[in-house]
Every structure is written in C-alpha cells, then in structure tokens.
C-alpha cells in the first residue's frame, strides 16, 4: 500500500510540474504532501534511516509549506511549477524501486528523533530556497545558511550525494537573485550585450568542462584517460544543453529580468544537476564548474558590455 502511495505522489508531482499550462492547481502540495505522509506511515517504522522514507517525509513538509506560500498569495504557477518538479526528481532518486523493506537493525529513540528532524529541515530549506528564488529575503537566507551549516556538521549532510546535489542545485537558485540584484543597478544599456552573452556563456562551458575533466579523473573507475575526457565531454554537454534551454525561458514570459536570456542560461546551468542526477552517480563533479559559470554570467556584462555608465 506504501508504494502505491508514493506512486501516486510521484504523479501527483508531475501533475504539479505541469500545472502552470493550466489555471487549476491550486491544492495539489497539500495532495502531494498528504499521499506522501501517508506512504511514509504505512511504510516499516525504520523507514526513516533509509532514502525512501527520508524522501518522504522531506517531500511531505516541502510541499506543505509550498501550499502555504501559494495560500499566502506567492507565484503560484511557479511554486507548483519548481516544486513539483524538485519533489518528482526527490522521489525518483531516493525512494527505491522495490520500496522500503524491513531491516534487522534496530534504533534507539534518539536515532529515530535525529533521523526525522534531519529529514524535516532539509524539507524547510528546500522550501525555503525556493522561496528565495522567487523573492530573495535576507533574513531567510541567514537561516537557510545556518541550517544547512548545522546539517552539513551534525548529521553529515555531504556524505549523501543525492541530497548535496539537490540542496547546492536549490542553493544556487535560491541564492542567484541576491547576486543578481546586486550587479543589474550597475548595467546600463551597453552595446554588444549579444556578444558578452555568448562569450561568457563560451568561457563558462570551458570552465565547466575542465573543471569536471579534473575532478572526474579522481574517481578510480574512470582514471585519467579517455575515459575522463568522454564522461567530462557528455556532462558538460547536458549541463550546457539544460542552459540552451533556460534561455527559452523568457519566451514563455519569464522576461522580467534586465538580461532575460542570461538569466534563462544561469537557471538552466541551476537546476542541471537535479535533472543530470538521475543518470548518473557523477554529478557532484559539475558543480564547481557551474559555481564558476554562473559568477562569469553574472559579471560578464560590466565587463564586456560597452558603452554603459561608469559605475558611482
């Protein structure tokens, strides 16, 4: 019955995904996030030390607190939109095929109580980095700072690849306005915007692939041969391809920013990782790369632009 539940989740998060082609919507976190409660209730009671009940309870308090911004009268085709698609790839990476199984381990109390409220907080922050990209808040941004800090020292956050790959995607969406926002008052209107489009995104393509090249020759199943080269080649094309498309964003009305096609590049280098994830186990090698891409993008245009006002 559990996994049904969370299959039924699973749907409904894509029903989330797609909700902004349409005007109903509305409701579906609360139905997300109540399929998914239920499925982890359902599910054996150690289900919470494995990746399947962790993604549900983390799946259950996101959307919670998604239906309460949309009530609160935020973006709501782009709450539904963002944070389906964040709770479809949460799901599909972390709960297993099989479903949860029963385990011989036993628990203490406080195992389940730590367990539980990692899982609960890493629920928040995901929330909350949205939020953030939707309105940067600073105050909200201390917090989610903080927390992920705690997260990363107490339960050892960054021995769970999936969840690091999902929190620095968020974190780099989440955080992206604050950057934003304090380089667009610096832009005039420049000539050769097209121009420094296309070299910083070229320099930051560059800078994604030499950086993956060097971190994937690490990993012992892959050496420093050909074999690096091919991995580092197709997971900057994927990273670069999910950018190309971002650019399109501003033609299904996201056009609001001084540099719409820029700012398309940089969320679809964003949430690459999230999507890139569900292939492969490698991911983690591209996000200094895109760290780095996104700070050319964002700088790019008081450099290469000309003719803007000097900056008082």
Same mark, same amino acid.
């Given at each position: 019955m559990a996994e049904t539940l969370a299959t039924l989740a699973l749907?409904?998060?894509?029903?989330?995904?797609?909700?902004?082609?349409?005007?109903?919507?509305?409701?579906?976190?609360?139905?997300?996030?109540? =399929?998914?409660?239920?499925?982890?209730?359902?599910?054996?009671? /150690?289900? %919470? $030390?494995q990746s399947g009940g962790s993604a549900l309870v983390i799946v259950a308090v996101m959307c919670a607190l998604i239906q309460y911004h949309i009530n609160q009268g935020r973006h709501k085709k782009y709450f539904n939109g963002?944070?389906?698609?964040?709770?479809?790839v949460? =799901?599909?990476?972390?709960?297993?095929?099989?479903?949860?199984? /029963?385990? %011989? $381990?036993?628990?203490t109390f406080t195992e389940y109580l730590l367990a539980g409220t990692e899982s609960i907080i890493l629920g928040v922050i995901l929330a909350q980095l949205l939020s953030n990209s939707n309105t940067f808040?600073?105050?909200?941004?201390?917090?989610?700072?903080?927390a992920i800090a705690i997260l990363a020292i107490v339960f050892e956050l960054l021995d769970n690849e999936e969840i690091?790959?999902?929190?620095?995607?968020?974190?780099?969406?989440?955080?992206?306005?604050?950057?934003?926002d304090k380089i667009s008052p610096k832009i005039g209107n420049g000539t050769g915007r097209a121009n420094a489009l296309a070299i910083s995104i070229l320099i930051g393509i560059v800078l994604i692939f030499a950086t993956t090249f060097a971190l994937v020759s690490n990993v012992n199943r892959i050496g420093d041969g050909d074999g690096a080269i091919a991995v580092a080649l197709w997971l900057t094309v994927a990273v670069t391809g999910l950018g190309l498309i971002g650019m399109l964003l501003p033609l299904l009305g996201f056009d609001s920013h001084p540099r719409p096609e820029a700012w398309g590049w940089r969320f679809g280098i964003s949430i690459s990782p999230m999507i890139i994830c569900l292939q492969t186990d490698l991911t983690s090698n591209?996000?200094?790369?895109?760290?780095?891409?996104?700070?050319i993008s964002i700088s790019s245009p008081l450099v290469l632009e000309k003719g803007r006002p000097k900056v008082q």
């Open positions: 749907l409904s998060a894509l029903a989330m995904f797609i909700s902004p082609l349409f005007e109903k919507g509305k409701w579906l976190p609360s139905l997300t996030a109540t =399929l998914s409660l239920i499925a982890f209730i359902l599910s054996p009671s /150690e289900s %919470i $030390h963002f944070g389906g698609g964040i709770t479809f949460l =799901l599909l990476t972390m709960y297993p095929e099989g479903g949860i199984n /029963e385990t %011989i $381990h036993e628990f808040d600073e105050k909200n941004s201390i917090g989610i700072i903080v690091l790959v999902i929190i620095s995607s968020m974190c780099f969406i989440g955080f992206l306005p604050f950057f934003e591209i996000l200094l790369g895109i760290i780095l891409a996104l700070l």
